[in-house]
């Protein structure tokens, strides 16, 4: 069964960095692109940027260039969403989910709340 | 960026009749190996969301066959015969065809 199981509930203050992970199993892990997806408070969804474990070739979304850092450790299977500096703006819920031109399969979602 | 555009953005329908959702494209979503890679996602209220339809019209397992999917080119749609009341949540779609992928803004699927 394919499954990606993202980290737990974060919650930070502004400037603060974090790292958010998402372990994916059931499948040929550095075969398949690894997207994540931002969907802020009552809003849709966002297309950030996508990785291929195999060989780390990472792809973003303009809209989010310069910043998230995406990256992969291959080894333990598992995909991270990173930011150095937080912004109050930055407070939604952001999805890890398989593919390249679609997304078939979703994690449950890391919930990142920034506030001072 | 491709601009998706969802018509309508809140659909209420009653149970056991028919919904359909329209998504066009700013640009023809034909990529050049041939395929037309445009989707269909469902959440429900508090999931993540979840793919129904890839590449225009196919299904993904194990969804109703109630769900359907059509178009071509930059005009695409979103069929839901039927209506039960596990359908109550935002539908989008999304095109992989271009850089960055992109998704419409969603539409709402309430009961009556």
């Known amino acids: 069964e394919v499954q990606l199981v993202q980290s737990g509930v974060e919650v930070k203050k502004p400037g603060e960095s974090l790292k958010i992970s998402c372990e994916g199993s059931?499948?040929?892990?550095?075969?398949?692109?690894i997207a994540w997806v931002r969907q802020m408070p009552g809003k849709g969804l966002e297309w950030m940027g996508i990785?291929?474990?195999?060989?780390?070739?990472?792809r973003y979304s303009p809209s989010f260039q310069g910043q998230v850092t995406i990256s992969v450790d291959k080894s333990i299977r598992t995909a991270y969403l990173q930011w150095s500096s937080l912004k109050v703006s930055d407070t939604a819920m952001y999805y890890c989910?398989?593919?390249?031109?679609?997304?078939?399969?979703w994690g449950q979602g890391t919930q990142v709340t920034v506030s001072s | 960026d491709v601009v998706l555009t969802q018509s309508p953005l809140s659909l209420p329908v009653t149970l056991g009749q028919s919904a359909s959702i329209s998504c066009r494209s700013s640009?023809?979503?034909?990529?050049?190996?041939?395929?037309?890679?445009l989707h269909w996602f469902q959440q429900r209220p508090g999931q993540s969301p979840r793919r129904l339809i890839y590449k225009v019209s196919n299904g993904d397992s194990g969804v109703p066959d109630r769900f359907s999917g059509s178009g071509s080119g930059t005009d695409f749609t979103l069929k839901i015969s039927r209506v039960e009341a596990e359908d109550v949540g935002v539908y989008y779609c999304?095109?992989?065809?271009?850089?960055?992928?992109?998704f419409g803004q969603g539409t709402k699927v309430e009961i009556k």
């Open positions: 990785i291929y474990p195999g060989n780390s070739d990472t």
């Open positions: 989910a398989r593919g390249y031109g679609g997304l078939d399969f």
């Open positions: 640009q023809s979503l034909v990529h050049s190996d041939g395929n037309t890679y």
């Open positions: 999304m095109q992989g065809t271009h850089w960055p992928r992109t």
């Open positions: 059931g499948y040929s892990f550095p075969n398949f692109w």
